[in-house]
């Protein structure tokens, strides 16, 4: 079974500095890992993903993650927060190519001016 | 570009009715995604088609039904409309060679009264 935990419900954090949303998974062979993006009424939009290669990958609107095998995480990172970067993030994983995603909970960023 | 397309956008619905969604893939993506995001909770997986056969099965009540079309499009047929199904219900497609990244449409609310 697959299963998805990001510990935080909310993350806070000023305009202009770096943000860290974390996001810890389990699953029984290698990981296919997602995150997505909700703003409010909105559907899902697609941020990154890690299948394999470098650990550290590179998405949308300056997101990055780092995949980091021992400790089963695969935390969501920027920068420098911007206050159109609020909005509801989940994590997701899959356990092979065409599966389902399983997601986190979700996680709050709170970015203030 | 092309998104993924879900009609209504909204619907009402009485108790006991019944309801049927439907999906629009983004044109050469072989799999369609059902999930079901109720208030305040993360998508849960409910059911997914590969190719027009039903593909992996998750949490759908055995009043729901679902299948895809020949042209990919997909219908969530919700029967016996009961208050808890309140709820948003995204649809998702991926081509099966793009390691299962899912985009996601926009959502029907679906309000049961």
């Known amino acids: 079974a697959q299963s998805v935990a990001q510990p935080e419900d909310q993350v806070n954090v000023a305009e202009g500095n770096p943000l860290t949303v974390k996001c810890t998974y389990s699953?029984?062979?290698?990981?296919?890992l997602f995150w997505y993006v909700q703003y409010p009424n909105r559907g899902l939009q697609f941020l990154l993903k890690?299948?394999?290669?470098?650990?550290l990958v590179k998405g949308s609107y300056g997101f990055e993650a780092e995949f980091n095998k021992s400790q089963t995480s695969f935390h969501l990172k920027k920068p420098s927060a911007l206050v159109s970067d609020s909005a509801l993030y989940f994590c997701?994983?899959?356990?092979?190519?065409?599966?389902?995603?399983?997601f986190g909970g979700g996680t709050r960023l709170m970015v203030k001016p | 570009a092309a998104g993924v397309i879900q009609s209504p956008r909204h619907l009402i619905k009485e108790k006991r009715e019944t309801a049927t969604l439907k999906c629009y893939p983004i044109?050469?993506?072989?799999?369609v995604y059902w999930y079901q995001q109720g208030p305040g909770q993360d998508p849960q997986f409910l059911i997914s088609?590969?190719?027009?056969?039903?593909?992996d099965k998750g949490s759908i009540p055995d009043r729901f039904s679902a299948q895809q079309f020949s042209d990919y499009h997909s219908e969530l047929n919700m029967s016996s409309l009961e208050l808890g199904d309140s709820a948003l219900y995204f649809c998702?497609?991926?081509?099966?060679?793009?390691?299962?990244?899912?985009?996601f449409g926009p959502g029907t609310r679906l309000t049961v009264l």
């Open positions: 088609f590969y190719e027009k056969m039903q593909s």
């Open positions: 997701a994983v899959s356990e092979n190519a065409g599966n389902m995603l399983t």
């Open positions: 998702a497609s991926s081509r099966a060679s793009s390691y299962n990244e899912q985009f």
């Open positions: 699953v029984s062979g290698n990981p296919y």
């Open positions: 890690y299948i394999t290669g470098d650990n």
């Open positions: 044109p050469r993506h072989d799999t």
